[in-house]
């Protein structure tokens, strides 16, 4: 048995006298996907950003197949095999949907010189049309991403995380915003996602912070309860939804 | 479709570009070899602000330094083919240095800090007379030779600008076309987001100046020997705003934008000298006119139309749509 | 020493004409977000006005009254409905360009009545003071005195009296400012007449020295600028300091380093403060969104 992909140890972060997140820790195993919910304010955002080198913790390590990567810049993260998407969208507006899904591994592939004389498509036509074909983009392929309907929007960025075949993903709120009847879908491609991409094929491990209840219920394995800054509970969705504590301090009232 | 167009419009172009300075007199060969200058100063600052989305307000000391590069080298007695890369050479450093306010500030702060570039560049020439003769300027700059064939008259230095901006116009058409040009885009679209996919956000920055710059000084290099007659003026503040209007007039972004940026921005202001008061009158209101109406450029109105026509089209097929199923509906009750 | 006491009053007065440009412009740049590069020429246009209705054998007062009225009308009501509110949901930059391309058209608009240079009557007396040594002129006095009188004025205006917290609320929060049922177009209309009333009182004070030319507007416009930026263009105490600083500093450095580069230590400085403060020496940092 492997360790865990991503660790993250005694994590706090606090702003002025506001404490943010204060000393979270958890583990995520590859192939998982694991859950964050929790109410507004109760430090999710910090905790996500902290691992994703947005911000810079105050204390805690963070470690990613064992190498510390606590302060890395996201292009290093990246680089690393960590995708992610945004709460809000985040496209290339002008660019066709193609083209967003091709500039998202590019990066990955030689150098910045080789770039230079490499192909307009870099060699990830292939790949890039798989993933249209799997999210059902592909009437809207060759329009600018910026023309797409929200819904359409949210899943060229989805796809996009997916382009350079990271081991781990990190998913803000990927049912924000959108028609609830697109939900169920999302949900599916992720879970097809997660056993059919990452490095070499291998599954890759997502973690998923979603306030869609249902959503992170049906798809997660393992879902971490966030309460104040603090952990409350962790575990999988049945243990989650018969922990009394969790239902009290948030999913009760 | 779009692409076949694009090609025959260029070949008509380029043939137009070939055989018109025969039924020109010296001084429209003159204007055209001006044209092309601008033409290939702009293209930088297309790559610099269309492209990769820099706000460069310090361009026309980019082409100022590939100017007086040339200008100085020459007079102090080395070849034009030595001035040449070395001005290239000088502003792809110095472009590199610009860049990194880039990675500071961004947008109207950027703007006003490369603006700050060039007024100092400027006070430089100006001051600096032992090197650039100040407001007196560096005259008799000689034109260069080209495998012995003398490019001192207007035809042979045109044809000889001619061929620079074409071999310059496709190498930056074959950057455009590699990663690198999906990689800029990406970086003006949406920087934040491009860093989290693996952009080097800092290198591509610094290259777009850097490469830009590349293209404003060869331009100023073959200006300094077309006109032969360089003094700080036309590489102030006042010609980086023009410049930057030329490619925001072409449309930023659209690779043959500074194209018809150059012409309205130089070219017609210059062949109109006689009126040029009443031109710059109308050519401001005309750019104000412009933001308001075409604010992607005079290269944006066929995506215009297009998108005007789709949009018309699906609307129709809405309309058929609903028609169809009402009169459907209609027969539904009937039967 | 004296010199230095003569240089710095004079690099004062100065630096209130910049710092009256400069506060116009910050203002419109808290209101609505525009980047006024036709700020110079708003200073040169008053000044025609002025003289064209004195031509008309008008005393200065009535002129410099109506080329009020007339400067709300046009650079404040038509500039705001003309090019910034159409342009506005484009974004920064296109009011840049649209500025720019409405200040090439103003000046040369102007120079097309004539490039020479009109002088201007002066509001002060040609007086020489001698105040422990150091020889000021009453322009200098009186420029300086109306100029911050002014600025402490628009200060007071919005910081004390309804209208003037409401134009504050909407620079603010514009969202926020609507919901508590304050008539935001209005009070960025109310800005930009401002703007055009500062750019009068600039005209008036700042021609005599600088003679009616349709090229007077260009140094003012970038100094202002300077200022503006100096001081930090979300926060209007800091036009006036970055007014002061830039006119004082042009004068000391002329006097004391070179000429030459006099304008350089404006830009020395406008340089560092981009770099290492982009909010200015007063200014709010803005956050980078994501």
Redesign the interface.
């Known amino acids: 048995m492997s360790g865990p992909l991503l660790e993250v140890k005694g994590l706090k972060k606090s702003y002025g006298a506001i404490r943010a997140v204060g000393g979270v820790s958890f583990q995520v195993m590859p192939g998982e996907i694991f859950g964050v919910i929790g109410p507004n304010g109760s430090g999710k955002t910090t905790m996500f950003n902290s691992v994703?080198g947005?911000i810079e913790p105050d204390a805690g390590e963070i470690h990613l197949n064992g190498q510390n990567i606590t302060g890395l810049?996201?292009?290093q993260l990246?680089?690393r095999g960590v995708?992610?998407t945004?709460q809000?969208l985040?496209?290339?507006?002008?660019?066709s949907v193609r083209?967003n899904l091709?500039?998202?591994?590019?990066?990955?592939?030689g150098t910045?010189w080789s770039?230079?004389?490499?192909?307009?498509d870099?060699g990830l036509g292939a790949k890039a049309d798989e993933l249209i074909d799997l999210f059902g983009i592909r009437h809207v392929a060759d329009k600018p991403a910026g023309s797409l309907s929200y819904g359409q929007q949210k899943l060229v960025d989805i796809a996009?995380a997916f382009?350079?075949e990271p081991a781990l993903v990190l998913l803000d709120e990927p049912c924000a915003g959108v028609n609830p009847s697109l939900v169920g879908g999302i949900s599916t491609l992720l879970k097809q996602l997660n056993q059919q991409s990452g490095v070499g094929k291998r599954a890759s491990s997502f973690v998923v912070i979603e306030h869609n209840m249902d959503f992170v219920m049906d798809l997660c394995h393992r879902i971490m309860v966030m309460v104040e800054g603090e952990v409350m509970a962790i575990g999988t969705p049945d243990e989650i939804r018969a922990n009394k504590q969790v239902l009290a301090a948030y999913l009760g009232s | 479709m779009k692409k076949q167009s694009a090609i025959i419009f260029t070949s008509v172009a380029l043939l137009a570009l070939l055989v018109a300075p025969h039924f020109l007199k010296s001084y429209g060969v003159y204007l055209l070899t001006y044209w092309l200058v601008f033409i290939l100063a702009a293209m930088g600052l297309n790559l610099t602000v269309g492209y990769a989305g820099q706000k460069s307000l310090g361009h026309a000391a980019f082409f100022g330094i590939g100017a007086y590069t040339v200008a100085i080298m020459m007079k102090a007695g080395f070849s034009f083919w030595l001035g040449l890369p070395a001005a290239a050479a000088i502003c792809f450093v110095t472009g590199i240095l610009v860049g990194f306010p880039a990675l500071r500030v961004q947008t109207i702060y950027l703007a006003f800090a490369t603006l700050g570039f060039n007024t100092a560049a400027w006070l430089v020439m100006r001051n600096e007379e032992q090197y650039t003769g100040g407001t007196f300027g560096i005259n008799n700059i000689a034109r260069p030779e080209l495998f012995g064939l003398s490019l001192d008259g207007a035809l042979a230095y045109y044809y000889f600008t001619l061929g620079v901006t074409i071999v310059f116009g496709l190498l930056l058409f074959g950057l455009l076309r590699s990663p690198w040009g999906k990689a800029f885009t990406a970086l003006r679209d949406n920087p934040i987001r491009a860093e989290s996919l693996g952009v080097d956000v800092r290198n591509y920055t610094l290259l777009s100046f850097a490469i830009g710059a590349v293209y404003a000084g060869v331009a100023g290099a073959l200006f300094a020997s077309l006109v032969q007659f360089i003094d700080p003026a036309p590489f102030g503040v006042g010609q980086s705003i023009m410049m930057y209007l030329m490619v925001v007039i072409g449309g930023p972004g659209y690779f043959f934008g500074p194209v018809v940026g150059a012409a309205v921005g130089v070219v017609l202001p210059e062949w109109l000298r006689f009126a040029q008061d009443w031109y710059l009158f109308v050519f401001g209101s005309a750019v104000v006119l412009l933001m308001i109406w075409l604010p992607d450029g005079l290269l944006s109105i066929p995506d215009r139309i297009r998108a005007r026509r789709e949009s018309r089209e699906a609307s129709a097929a809405r309309a058929a749509a609903v028609t169809a199923a009402a009169a459907n509906a209609g027969k539904g009750s009937g039967a | 020493m004296a010199d230095f006491f003569q240089l710095l009053f004079s690099g004062l007065a100065t630096g209130s004409i910049y710092a009256l440009a400069a506060l116009g412009f910050t203002l419109l740049w808290q209101a609505s977000g525009t980047i006024n590069f036709a700020q110079g020429e708003f200073v040169m246009l008053p000044a025609f006005a002025m003289l064209a209705f004195a031509s008309f054998g008008m005393p200065m007062p009535l002129s410099f009254f109506l080329t009020i009225v007339l400067a709300i009308a046009v650079l404040g009501w038509a500039f705001k409905r003309g090019i910034v509110d159409p342009l506005f949901r484009y974004g920064m930059m296109q009011i840049v360009v649209a500025t720019i391309g409405l200040s090439i058209a103003m000046r040369n608009g102007v120079r097309l009545t004539g490039a020479e240079a009109h002088p201007f009557p002066s509001l002060f007396a040609d007086r020489i003071y001698n105040i422990a040594g150091v020889t000021v002129t009453q322009s200098d006095i009186g420029t300086l005195v109306l100029a911050m009188l002014l600025v402490i004025g628009t200060q007071a205006f919005l910081a004390r009296t309804i209208t003037g917290r409401a134009m504050q609320a909407v620079a603010q929060n514009t969202e926020s400012a609507s919901v508590l049922g304050i008539n935001v177009p209005r009070m960025i209309f109310y800005t930009f007449a401002i703007n055009a009333i500062l750019a009068c009182a600039a005209a008036l004070l700042v021609t005599p020295v600088y003679l009616a030319k349709f090229d007077m507007g260009e140094s003012l416009g970038t100094k202002a600028f300077f200022a503006a930026v100096i001081g930090g263009f979300n926060n209007s105490r800091g036009a006036l300091l970055g007014g002061l600083i830039v006119g004082v500093g042009e004068n000391l450095a002329a006097a004391y380093v070179s000429a030459a580069y006099k304008d350089a230590v404006a830009l020395a400085l406008f340089m560092v403060v981009i770099l290492f403060k982009p909010q200015g020496l007063l200014g709010r940092k803005e956050e980078r969104k994501v």
């Open positions: 994703l947005q810049s996201p292009l990246n680089q995708g992610r945004f809000t985040q496209v290339f507006g002008k660019m083209d091709i500039v998202a591994a590019q990066e990955h592939r910045m770039r230079m004389f490499a192909p307009g870099s996009m382009m350079s």
